[in-house]
Each structure stands twice: as C-alpha cells, then as structure tokens.
C-alpha cells in the first residue's frame, strides 16, 4: 500500500543547512511535494519534483530524489529562525493535483 | 496565487451538537476538494474527496454518516460534523485545486474544532 515516512524533529543552528528525509513505498509515484506548515495554520506548498527528475534547486531549497531508493530530501541553505515548521512530504500517484498520501511531518527547530 | 478561505477559523461546541465549515476557493473555480483531518503534532488523514455536483467519495474507515460533505458550486464546499463528540475535536482543513490551479492542490488556512 501507500506509505510515506518521515522522521519527526530535526534541530539545527541558524545558518546550517537543513536536510529533512522522506521515504515512501509506492513506485508509482508521479509527483513529490514538500509543504510546509506554521503554528496554527494550513500548509504552503514549497516545491515539487516530477518522478523522472533527480534534482531540482529554488533558491535556498535543493529537493534529492532517489527513485531507485524511494528516498526524497529537502535541503535548506542558510536555515533562519523563520524556517521554524512543521515539514511535510507528500506523493501523488494519480495526476498533478490529485489525492495526495503525507508523511508525518518532520518539526524542524531552528536554534540562534 | 490561487486562495483557499475557510470559515469558522475556531469553533467551540457542546456534545451533540452539529457543526458546518466552509470552504472556499477565492479566485478560482474549484471542482475538486479535499477534506483533512490533522491530530495534534501528526500527518494530515484524507477523509473525502468531493467534485463539484456529485457525492464525496470518502476513505475508508471515515463515516459518511458522520461527516457531510456538500459541493453544491464551484466554489464554496462544506462539511458538516453531525452530533459531535469530544473526539471530532479537531484540525479540519480543506483544499481545492481546478480551471486555472488545476496543477496543484492549495490549502485552506484549516478549522480548530473543539467538542466540549
């Protein structure tokens, strides 16, 4: 079945870098999502990688895929105080846009 | 962007009673919606997708009975917690994506609903 696994909490110190991992089960994945959510609030999508891709890069972020492995990261440069959030990894298998399978969560804690 | 609003953003209720939570797509029209339900510090569970005009289709192990869902336009979706019960209590978020946010699905800002 679907399954998307995320580990919990990750704490970095302002102005490391960040890597969030995600692993999932189906091989029918066609798109991948990071979303990202704040105290409170409904989730923003953060970036999106297609499964025929390896590596896509926007700005502080670098998504990995690893289609061989079912392995996904999510790299934040320079992580400020304000990446402070709850990140979710998401996998569609239907089409862009369609029902979505999350992870956990990971709860990223960025410390000054 | 495209926006999703949801309404009430807070809601207290008592035992028993029936609670309606919109949402709406601001900007464009929506013909499909998603409806979550978020546990404290845990993943978001699909609970029923709906397309404009027909029935939700919902997860296994969600009770039809229990939760409405209604979407009536392509713009406004609504789901109803009938005879709610401590346990209902909450983070319900929706989101929608069609016409020209076909490609992604964008999220409401979510529903804290608490049962007393």
């Known amino acids: 079945g679907e399954d998307v696994e995320q580990s919990l909490f990750l704490s970095v110190r302002e102005g490391d870098s960040s890597v969030i991992n995600c692993t999932y089960t189906d091989s029918s994945s066609t798109y991948l999502y990071w979303y990202k959510q704040e105290p409170g609030a409904g989730l923003q999508l953060l970036t999106y990688?297609?499964?025929?891709?390896d590596m896509k890069q926007d700005q502080r972020l670098t998504v990995l895929l690893n289609k061989k492995d079912k392995h996904l990261s999510l790299r934040i440069a320079d992580t400020q105080t304000g990446d402070s959030a709850i990140y979710f990894c998401?996998?569609?298998?239907?089409?862009?846009?369609?029902?979505?399978?999350f992870g956990q969560g990971t709860e990223l804690s960025v410390k000054p | 962007g495209a926006v999703v609003s949801q309404h009430p953003s807070r809601v207290i209720c008592k035992s028993g009673t029936s609670v309606k939570i919109e949402c709406r797509s601001l900007d464009f029209q929506a013909t499909t919606m998603f409806w979550y339900r978020q546990f404290p510090k845990k993943s978001l569970m699909l609970m029923a997708t709906?397309?404009?005009?027909?029935?939700?289709?919902?997860e296994q192990g969600v009770e039809k009975d229990k939760f409405l869902i209604n979407h009536a336009s392509l713009t406004l979706s609504t789901l109803t917690v009938t005879s709610a019960h401590p346990e209902d209590s909450s983070f319900y978020i929706c989101s929608a994506n069609g016409g020209l946010a076909y490609n992604e699905q964008f999220f409401g800002p979510g529903t804290r609903l608490t049962v007393l």
């Open positions: 998401a996998e569609s298998i239907t089409k862009q846009g369609g029902k979505l399978i």
């Open positions: 990688i297609f499964s025929n891709m």
């Open positions: 709906s397309n404009e005009g027909s029935k939700a289709t919902y």
